[in-house]
């Protein structure tokens, strides 16, 4: 405050009385005094005051006031309760705790407190600025890899167009083809009625001229051809086709276009928690049953069935110990059959993504395709022997083959009749497959390619670039058959003389079995809707299971 008598200083005035200039201080318990009040100070007995003149006062902090007593500076510190306390505190709820000078504590904490600072100025708060900087860099470059996801949907879009356009523009020509063989069968059956119409013609103008000229000769040479005409010529009845419109699954077009994977928000370790919305985009689960239902149980009429596949969702295709392939509706009504070109059995059947049906023959070493119930070789082997056979995501066909001297196994995969991809070997340049065994195959969700090996008692899992993941070999003798893959990427491989199916995770972690009183089941496969066709070999008989 302002002296009164020296208007233009400030004056230092005593912490006790508050209203005389202070002349002393007492360094222990770091309080400035007046003349008057340093008497009364030192009358506290209880300490060992150290009183100096202001002038020659050591440069120390200000201890800070008491907050439960008053009159009482902080001077000490509690090291148990971490916290300042003054004297009288030490005698009371403080008594026999760990104490030191507030000072001795001060500089420690001062220490610390610089190291702390030096942290955040030169290493975490760059850190966050640099943080923050990737943000918005991220940020700025969202719109464009968000653009080239689009981007790779239209693509993919466009791609199914066009191969959409080039089915409905085959079959536009297949309806052509039978409209131009129609006219013709019409042509024919016209000339022909026409050359009669013409001899009928002449017959007639004959006859009037025997009976106008009243000719002996004419008359003697006449034969009647009555009877002959008698006989029209045959009319040509043809059935005009039909168009029939496969029903559109919606959850098919999905598996088509592709799939965007789930949008996983995570912190790095560097970073705080920010938990991940798990069901933006999570497709639908579908678990698997407690108690499995048969829906539906079809006669085939083979000694031995051992192939099917489902043409649509109340079509299936089979194959037994014949070369009649068979299609039944789920009433067990035979819709068509197709002999193989050779008379061979075939090896398996698959129906692909545009309906189309293919054949193996391994005799013949062809892969074969049926088309409005014409046959087109579309593979032929030379030293292999195609056997088994799977439809892929991409549209492309996997084979299973055996070498000529059954010494050697793979798999190869084709785009039409170009080979596209070999897998035969493991890392180690080892054999992934038995030879001269059944190897049904199946592609996985995951584009996994899952082979059932009954030569070496497993199923065999490699990647999409033919990659070993992983070997199941159940548990005891283990011989699978017949394999397939659903929407949830569960595998599904027969276990032929143990009469049921394992189900596995696409890890190939055993989840379940099928039994529901099967016998020797043998082919699988899974339509769009998830439900389980099983091929009986020994019955011959097709069961539908529902078990998701």
Not at 136 to 157: H, I, M, V
Request: glycine letters at 4%.
């Amino acid at each position: 405050m302002l002296h009164p008598q020296c208007s233009a200083q400030y004056v230092l005035l005593c912490d006790l009385c508050e209203t005389v200039p202070l002349q002393s201080h007492c360094e222990l318990c770091n309080v400035n005094l007046c003349k008057a009040c340093v008497e009364q100070h030192l009358s506290d007995s209880s300490k060992r005051h150290n009183v100096v003149s202001i002038l020659h006062r050591k440069s120390t902090p200000s201890y800070p006031k008491c907050p439960k007593h008053a009159d009482k500076h902080c001077e000490l510190y509690c090291k148990k309760c971490d916290i300042p306390v003054c004297s009288t505190c030490v005698s009371k709820k403080h008594r026999g705790h760990n104490v030191c000078d507030v000072f001795e504590n001060l500089s420690s904490k001062m220490e610390s407190l610089q190291k702390d600072l030096k942290e955040l100025e030169t290493r975490i708060y760059p850190r966050y600025e640099e943080m923050a900087s990737g943000v918005q860099t991220e940020k700025s470059e969202l719109q464009t890899n968000y653009g080239k996801l689009t981007t790779a949907a239209d693509q993919q879009g466009e791609v199914l167009h066009r191969k959409i356009t080039a089915i409905v523009n085959q079959r536009k020509s297949d309806i052509e083809e039978m409209k131009n063989k129609h006219m013709a069968a019409l042509d024919k059956n016209a000339d022909e009625i026409t050359q009669r119409i013409t001899e009928l013609k002449n017959i007639i103008e004959d006859l009037k001229i025997i009976l106008k000229t009243k000719s002996v000769s004419l008359a003697s040479t006449y034969k009647s051809r009555n009877g002959e005409f008698r006989q029209l010529p045959p009319k040509v009845r043809v059935k005009l086709p039909s168009f029939s419109p496969s029903k559109i699954n919606k959850d098919h077009l999905k598996h088509m276009i592709g799939s965007v994977s789930s949008l996983s928000i995570t912190p790095d370790k560097q970073g705080y928690t920010m938990k991940s919305p798990e069901a933006v985009s999570s497709p639908p689960v579908k678990p698997l049953l407690d108690k499995l239902r048969l829906t539906a149980t079809i006669k085939t009429g083979y000694y031995r069935l051992y192939s099917v596949s489902p043409l649509s969702e109340e079509q299936v295709w089979t194959c037994g110990n014949e070369e009649i392939m068979k299609l039944f509706n789920l009433r067990g009504q035979l819709l068509t059959s197709i002999q193989t070109e050779s008379g061979n059995t075939p090896e398996d059947i698959i129906v692909t993504w545009d309906g189309y049906l293919v054949y193996t023959d391994s005799d013949k070493r062809t892969v074969n395709l049926v088309k409005n119930k014409q046959i087109e070789t579309v593979i032929t082997l030379q030293g292999w022997k195609p056997c088994y056979i799977c439809s892929t995501s991409s549209d492309d066909l996997l084979v299973t083959m055996d070498s000529d001297d059954l010494k050697q196994s793979k798999v190869v995969r084709y785009s039409g009749s170009t080979e596209k991809q070999i897998i035969q070997f493991d890392d180690q340049g080892r054999p992934l497959y038995s030879s001269g065994y059944t190897k049904f195959i199946s592609e996985n969700r995951n584009q996994d390619i899952c082979v059932a090996d009954w030569g070496a008692g497993a199923v065999v899992v490699v990647n999409q670039s033919g990659k070993l993941r992983f070997r199941y070999t159940g548990q005891q003798s283990f011989y699978p058959r017949g394999i397939t893959t659903d929407s949830q990427s569960h595998i599904l491989a027969a276990e032929c003389q143990k009469n049921r199916i394992h189900i596995l995770d696409q890890d190939g972690q055993f989840l379940r079995y099928i039994n529901c009183r099967l016998d020797l089941p043998f082919g699988l496969c899974v339509d769009i809707k998830d439900n389980l066709f099983v091929a009986e070999s020994d019955t011959a008989e097709m069961h539908k299971i529902q078990y998701l």
